[in-house]
């Protein structure tokens, strides 16, 4: 499933999706006022138009399993101050340390415990082709 938290006034869609969504998802926070979140919009949304059918090695699409979540800076804010999700917002505050932050969230297989989150963050220029190749990396690691 695909979830646009983009309207930080809308409580009800914000709290359905912290307690719809499960791992792994694929995180990704931007802020309107930020250049370089303004210049990757535009492959965000190439990357996501180009996958969602797109089949991946086992004939299912590359988001089949996983959700896709887009967070803008307003709505983090609420988040952290208005909902009592430990996990999620343990993980955003983990992840998020600057905009645009792109990350795959997912339980640990290596560690027994249910509660262990691994998070792994985007690193370099975020275009349509190297976004494809990070979620394609993550789901190769699963």
Excluded at 25 to 37: G, I
């Amino acid at each position: 499933m695909i979830y646009n938290l983009h309207d930080p006034n809308d409580l009800g869609v914000i709290y359905q999706t912290i307690k719809t969504i499960k791992k792994p998802y694929l995180l990704f926070v931007h802020a309107d006022w930020c250049p370089h979140c303004v210049k990757i919009q535009p492959s965000w949304a190439a990357f996501i138009e180009e996958n969602i059918n797109l089949p991946h090695s086992d004939n299912s699409s590359l988001f089949e399993g996983i959700d896709v979540i887009s967070i803008t800076d307003d709505v983090l804010r609420v988040i952290k101050t208005q909902f009592d999700n430990k996990r999620f917002t343990q993980v955003l505050n983990k992840t998020v340390k600057s905009y645009p932050t792109v990350a795959f969230v997912y339980k640990d297989k290596k560690n027994e415990d249910e509660k262990t989150t691994q998070v792994d963050v985007m690193a370099g220029p975020k275009t349509k082709e190297t976004l494809t190749l990070f979620l394609q990396n993550e789901r190769g690691s699963q």
